[in-house]
């Protein structure tokens, strides 16, 4: 996915927005530019830094910033949004504050003003607030701030023309507040030694008495005694409190914001919650949250696996496929191509339109449609965050918190693609830990949709024998993980969104950038992994590696030979590989155990090549080369155990 | 040598400690005293009508029992509080209370014990004598700064303090605006605790529940107690 260094705009003139996670920056963006994003209330989602052009006006670049509650990054989103402020040649800012919390904005509000930027407020959500009997005076607001304030509601466009008009009227503000003297001298002196930068010289002072350490490499060009310099001014500073600087001069800000509140928001005896807020407070409730919680995930089981899986699968693969593009390419192509060669290429047993682009069209589309559709409702509802706060003691076995449940469950949409929201997690440890189970044990939708296909048909014994084989596997490796890879506690510290009724369209643009990136993802890999086992095939290697490997197949998993072929792909990607085995399945070649045992090691294989490249993406090479080390014997001995165990009590299944 | 208050404030320590243990000897006291020239001091006090004499037996009259359980109550609610708040060191901790059982006033004195829910012993076991805010509290059973956890859902806290074991901590509930003198609500405990503060809702660990500490407010109501 992009890099926010490569996306850095190069438009002459530019604007960024800002502001806290979930106050609808992404929204806004959308309605300025026509180019969407992904808009989630989960917190920290939206790592990725967007660009786009103006809808109004071509030549004005606009960024959008992921979310944030400070400017003294705290996670790797607050550096980057920082990072922007710093790098980027911006002709204003937006920063978005969400109407209902006016107190959390302002503290990046005074923040922009004591770095001397140009900026406009736009005071989002004033419906939400009202309903709450809240209200703020936002040209009070502009007054004292000294900064144009707009009113908008961006979910249903209100204020939004008024908000284009202003872009180009961002102003520095006049508003500024001191320090305890300590903090002031100790500001004034290092902004002696600091270079010019876009940013105000106080500011950065500032920045560098709150100890920031990401703005070491900004740092660079400064010679070695200046450094000593700002830290012993740093550190004298830092003599005459007891608490760190950064809190001393975070909680200094928000008394100026409790001011600058005090004076523009007003409130009204609170009405009664709304439903939806009652809703929300079940959703979190220890009992009765536990029936809302199997709800839901009946919900989405229903309409991925029993509507996605089930009926939209039999309609393509059954119908469009089968009666339709099957038999007309095939004789299309065999009239037009002579040569046998290239037509088994093409229409073969491992051809490209009959096995590729069948499976990864009519067999996987639906299932991950479907998937990323229910996601995305979940994700817009602000159910998610909720269903982190039911799991967050389970997953404390784990050595992770609630927080880390967004990237399981999008795990089970696509792995690849959880594994790059993993990098929301706050220490390393937590990282490693769901980076490896993703890759270990996690079935996305498209192996879960052959994997139910196959074993729902069977028995649900067997169904359990499977889950059961997987959760256990999961749940000893991530306790074991938890206790080998060092590092500190972690924080569960989540902002709960309010509920909201998700919009269709958001969320069928969304879904829609979903499964394009999963096509252009996946269906590459699955024309390469046919033409590998095409090529394999061809040349008699696959009957090689499949007498070479028998003895791990055939002694250890107790599996016919053929299976090989199945596993050997399923190293590119293991729901392909499990489709391999349903193909051996329905021939007939398996019972009922050495399914299951089979289904098993293939869903402890590593999801795909790509879930691979994004490990060493974000691991790096040493700890991906570790999982590899790690993954594939661990699934085999998994495999060969449950096989022993099954056989040796002659479980019937 | 002139006497002072403090020398007096120490043996009538050590005659209240040694009172716990049943011992009443003088040799006693005058053995394991750390003052110079404890004699002297016994002496002045007799004058002073704060001790009673009879051969070897010494005892607290009214007047000096009244001030020895003073000492004892600032010198043993120090311990705690330099311990268990402060989280300093045994020795520190020795060394420090020493001092605020001089210099601690009878508000301050009052303050301290119902800040810290008016414990009846001190670190090592040992009764700290009840005060008149003790007795009050026996009433109304509300100590007045207490761990967010000891709040029942529903309630509402201004929060007095953050005693957080990381930085990094407290850095995240700064900018949630979760700082002294913010007003909160608690939902819920279980699953886990979930706190209102202004419109944000926030779901937060045990561990970080337990390093808040709040004064409790009737609904909405700051002032009350």
């Known amino acids: ?653 | 040598m002139t006497i002072h208050e403090h020398d007096i404030d120490e043996l009538l320590e050590l005659l209240w400690t040694l009172k716990e243990r049943n011992v009443d000897s003088l040799g006693e006291a005058l053995r394991i005293s750390e003052q110079e020239n404890p004699e002297r001091i016994i002496e002045e006090m007799e004058n002073a009508a704060l001790v009673e004499i009879k051969g070897d037996k010494i005892s607290l009259t009214k007047k000096g029992d009244a001030m020895a359980r003073d000492i004892i109550r600032r010198h043993r609610l120090a311990e705690v509080l330099l311990s268990q708040i402060f989280e300093l060191s045994d020795e520190a901790v020795h060394a420090e209370a020493c001092k605020f059982e001089h210099i601690l006033g009878p508000d301050v004195t009052e303050s301290v014990c119902t800040f810290l829910g008016h414990p009846p012993v001190c670190n090592h076991g040992n009764p700290i004598p009840r005060g008149e805010c003790c007795q009050r509290f026996k009433k109304e059973m509300k100590p007045l700064v207490l761990p967010l956890t000891e709040l029942s859902p529903g309630e509402d806290g201004r929060i007095v303090f953050i005693a957080p074991k990381e930085h990094k901590r407290l850095d995240k509930l700064t900018t949630f605006g979760v700082v002294p003198g913010s007003t909160i609500k608690l939902h819920q405990k279980t699953p886990s605790f979930i706190i209102k503060i202004g419109e944000t809702d926030l779901a937060i660990d045990e561990d970080i529940a337990k390093e808040i500490y709040v004064r409790r407010a009737e609904n909405g109501d700051n002032r009350k107690r």
């Open chain 1, 1 to 653: 996915m992009h890099n926010h260094e490569k996306e850095v705009l190069r438009t002459d003139k530019k604007i960024a927005i800002l502001g806290n996670p979930n106050v609808g920056k992404s929204v806004i963006f959308g309605l300025l530019t026509g180019k969407y994003v992904m808009v989630s209330n989960y917190p920290g989602t939206t790592v990725e830094v967007t660009t786009g052009h103006a809808n109004f006006d071509k030549e004005l670049g606009i960024i959008d910033t992921p979310g944030v509650n400070n400017l003294i990054p705290m996670s790797e989103d607050e550096r980057v949004t920082r990072d922007i402020l710093l790098n980027e040649d911006l002709d204003g800012l937006v920063q978005v504050i969400d109407a209902k919390n006016l107190r959390r904005g302002l503290l990046i509000t005074l923040q922009l003003c004591e770095m001397g930027l140009p900026f406009l407020i736009d005071l989002n959500m004033g419906d939400e607030a009202r309903s709450r009997g809240m209200y703020v005076d936002s040209k009070r607001l502009g007054d004292i701030l000294g900064v144009r304030v707009v009113e908008t509601v961006a979910t249903s466009r209100k204020g939004i023309s008024k908000l284009v008009k202003s872009t180009t009227k961002t102003k520095k503000s006049h508003f500024s507040f001191r320090y305890s003297p300590e903090i002031e001298e100790g500001a004034k002196k290092i902004a002696e030694l600091i270079p010019e930068a876009r940013i105000g010289k106080r500011s950065m002072a500032l920045m560098l008495l709150s100890g920031d350490e990401s703005l070491k490499p900004w740092l660079a060009s400064l010679d070695a005694e200046a450094i000593k310099k700002i830290e012993q001014i740093r550190d004298r500073a830092q003599a005459s409190y007891s608490q760190p600087l950064n809190y001393v001069i975070t909680k200094r800000r928000l008394e100026e914001v409790h001011r600058i509140v005090k004076q523009t928001e007003s409130r009204e005896e609170k009405k009664a919650g709304s439903i939806l807020e009652s809703f929300g407070r079940l959703a979190v409730h220890p009992i009765k949250g536990i029936p809302i919680l199997m709800a839901v995930l009946l919900l989405v089981y229903w309409f991925v696996g029993v509507f996605g899986a089930g009926t939209l699968v039999d309609f393509f693969e059954g119908v469009i496929f089968n009666e339709y593009i099957n038999p007309t390419s095939t004789g299309i192509i065999e009239r037009l191509i002579p040569s046998k060669l290239a037509q088994d290429f093409l229409i073969g047993d491992y051809g490209i339109i009959t096995m590729a682009l069948t499976y990864s069209v009519a067999i996987i589309l639906p299932i991950v449609g479907t998937f990323f559709i229910a996601f995305g409702i979940l994700e817009d509802s602000g159910y998610l965050p909720r269903l982190a706060v039911m799991v967050n003691r389970i997953f404390k076995i784990l050595g992770l918190n609630g927080k880390a449940v967004l990237p399981m469950i999008l795990g089970l949409g696509c792995v690849t693609m959880a594994t790059l929201t993993a990098r929301t997690l706050e220490t390393k440890k937590e990282r490693i830990i769901v980076t490896l189970l993703l890759a270990l044990g996690v079935p996305c939708s498209a192996q879960l949709g052959v994997i139910l296909g196959l074993l729902g048909g069977l028995s649900g014994a067997a169904l359990a024998v499977w889950a059961g084989s997987v959760v256990t596997t999961l749940f000893v490796v991530g306790f074991l993980a938890s206790k080998v890879i060092p590092g500190g506690s972690y924080d569960f510290i989540m902002e709960l969104p309010p509920i909201r009724v998700p919009k269709l369209s958001n969320i069928l643009i969304k879904t829609a950038t979903r499964v394009e990136w999963y096509l252009k993802e996946a269906v590459p890999l699955f024309i390469l992994g046919t033409i590998v086992l095409f090529t394999l095939d061809i040349t008699g290697i696959l009957g090689g590696i499949e007498i070479a490997a028998s003895p791990l197949i055939v002694g250890v998993l107790g599996l016919p030979a053929q299976a090989t072929g199945a596993f050997l792909i399923g190293f590119l990607r293991r729901d392909y590989g499990a489709a391999g085995l349903f193909a051996l399945a329905s021939a007939g070649l398996m019972d009922t155990t050495q399914i299951v045992v089979s289904m098993v090691t293939i869903t402890l294989f590593m999801p795909c090549i790509a879930n691979l490249f994004i490990i060493i993406k974000e691991r790096g090479w040493k700890t991906a080369a570790g999982m590899v080390a790690f993954i594939f014997p661990t699934a085999f001995i998994v495999g060969g155990i449950l096989n022993f165990i099954l056989r040796y009590f002659e479980v019937m299944l």
